[in-house]
């Protein structure tokens, strides 16, 4: 029996007893609550770690995907609003097709005409030109639409499909997103790709805040659609007030958890599939280049490897899977909040938990998905009750332990750095580490 197989039972059984301690002392509302963001969270993990656990791709900029997620839950679920699209919707699909007229005639002028001056003042004036003719119809447009009741919409809505169906156009748009920036970045060094992802991921989030037309802006969409019952229309069904009474529940209380485990669920439903794609993947030939990739990127190339091909794979790989997170987290909450995505929950968390887990492993990725997203959660509160015990024997006025109580808040800071400077010391490869390819053989 191998470390990994001695160890992952053990890491999901202490997961399963601190949930229990949580539903115990807390509230089991909140222990549902707690595990459905650790699945999508370890989903996230299983993203980052198909591209630096697969292929040594240093990725920052999971931040703009996970939001691409969020919006295709957005433009998927919420209902079309009539009255604007029939103010703006033609001036906008105007603007649209004029920007697209543009790439393609920037490509044909750049595959055309030759190299040199022609080439690119010709390129200059198609760009610049292209760019104001669409806004000429863009701008209009997004100003009627946005004063079309802006206290309760001002954009144009969504199609009113099913929110499931958001998931997949949620990884299918991070994809997309994906293909076009490893076009044009995973030509650079690693750290030139750190930045550049970094900087693309802003440039998303910065558009969602402003393009009210599209999103609402900081003015933010709720109501979004729930893939599971609500819990008011639940209270109202005969066999919802039977099974609370059985149980001696209070019946909101009930429904809150019966949704909850619904959530938890599907979430685990498509934390499994995920699971089952990536280690299908990684124990194929496919799994074996990419990992001789990863190693050794030159004796790849001298083996006839097209390196930049392969890693524009699993480059778009990933972001989809985070993607699809992306869209659960917006479906699970109900709302669209682009203000929420900040470089620190977003990328840099789930770069902790990759690094606990266990950088390679994919069930590594998911431990620390569940272990990283508990704490920065139960941070807080623990914080709490600790300094609360430490200064128990201080006066009520006294400054120092309103100091130290006020300072829980920043507790959820010093634990992630505390996990993560005791993993790297003692356990450097992360808890789950990748299996060598001796240890794969036996």
């Known amino acids: 029996m191998t470390i990994t197989k001695q160890q992952a039972p053990l890491a999901f059984a202490f997961m399963a007893l601190a949930l229990v301690m949580v539903g115990v002392f807390q509230s089991w509302s909140l222990s549902l609550t707690i595990l459905n963001y650790c699945l999508i969270a370890s989903i996230m993990a299983l993203g980052l770690n198909?591209?630096?656990?697969?292929?040594?791709?240093?990725?920052?900029?999971?931040?703009g995907f996970a939001a691409l997620g969020g919006?295709?839950?957005?433009?998927?679920?919420?209902?079309?609003?009539p009255e604007a699209w029939a103010l703006g919707g033609a001036g906008i699909g105007l603007g649209v097709l004029v920007a697209v007229a543009t790439i393609f005639l920037a490509v044909g002028a750049y595959h055309r005409l030759p190299k040199g001056?022609?080439?690119?003042?010709g390129m200059a004036v198609i760009v610049i030109g292209g760019y104001f003719a669409a806004r000429y119809f863009f701008d209009p447009a997004t100003n009627l639409i946005e004063s079309v009741n802006p206290a309760q919409t001002g954009f144009l809505g969504g199609l009113g499909l099913p929110v499931l169906l958001s998931w997949v156009v949620g990884g299918v748009l991070a994809a997309s997103v994906a293909w076009v920036i490893g076009k044009v970045t995973l030509g650079l060094r690693s750290d030139y790709l750190a930045i550049a992802t970094l900087g693309i991921s802003e440039i998303i989030i910065a558009v969602l805040k402003n393009e009210e037309w599209l999103t609402r802006g900081v003015k933010n969409v709720n109501g979004i659609p729930r893939?599971?019952?609500?819990?008011y229309d639940?209270?109202?069904?005969?066999?919802?007030?039977e099974w609370a009474a059985w149980f001696g529940a209070d019946l909101q209380d009930f429904t809150s958890i019966y949704v909850k485990l619904c959530s938890a669920a599907l979430a685990l439903v498509m934390l499994g599939i995920l699971y089952w794609l990536s280690q299908t993947a990684i124990k194929s030939p496919w799994g074996r280049m990419m990992r001789a990739i990863r190693d050794n990127e030159t004796a790849a190339q001298a083996m006839g490897k097209n390196v930049t091909g392969r890693h524009l794979q699993v480059f778009i790989l990933g972001s989809a899977v985070v993607g699809i997170a992306g869209a659960m987290m917006t479906s699970?909450?109900?709302?669209?909040?682009?203000?929420?995505?900040?470089?620190?929950?977003?990328?840099?968390?789930?770069?902790?938990m990759v690094i606990v887990g266990g950088s390679g492993n994919n069930l590594g990725s998911i431990v620390g998905g569940f272990l990283i997203w508990f704490f920065w959660v139960e941070a807080e509160p623990l914080g709490y009750a600790l300094l609360s015990f430490l200064t128990s024997g201080l006066a009520e006025d006294s400054e120092l332990r309103s100091h130290l109580l006020d300072s829980a808040a920043h507790m959820r800071l010093i634990t992630m750095g505390l996990i993560l400077l005791v993993t790297i010391r003692f356990r450097p490869?992360?808890?789950?580490?990748?299996?060598s390819q001796q240890t794969r053989s036996h």
């Open 429 to 435: 490869r992360g808890l789950l580490p990748e299996q």
């Open 227 to 231: 893939p599971t019952p609500y819990e």
């Open 50 to 63: 198909i591209q630096w656990g697969y292929a040594g791709l240093f990725n920052v900029g999971l931040m």
């Open 71 to 81: 919006i295709s839950a957005v433009l998927v679920s919420m209902k079309p609003v």
């Open 234 to 241: 639940l209270q109202q069904l005969a066999w919802a007030q």
């Open 332 to 352: 699970f909450d109900g709302q669209f909040t682009p203000t929420t995505y900040n470089p620190l929950r977003f990328t840099f968390l789930v770069w902790v």
């Open 117 to 121: 001056y022609i080439r690119g003042w």
